[in-house]
């Protein structure tokens, strides 16, 4: 279990990074769906989903 302040944290780092991608990286729309602890996110482009997800890999990676 995340504890709340790490929780809160994660959240606003989604979502810093969430409207970085759209502005410099995506190609068409970004929706995301949020709700508690979970989450959906939808890429419009193929290409986009495949550069955000190797990014979020590659972050996960190097965060441990």
Known sequence: ???PPRHAYLHYTFDLWAERSR???AHG???????????????EHEDTL?????KCVNGLKHSR
């Open 1 to 3: 279990m995340i504890s």
């Open 23 to 25: 502005r410099q990286e």
């Open 29 to 43: 729309d970004i929706i995301i769906v949020r709700d508690a602890d979970d989450l959906v996110v939808g890429f």
């Open 50 to 54: 495949a550069v955000s997800f190797m």
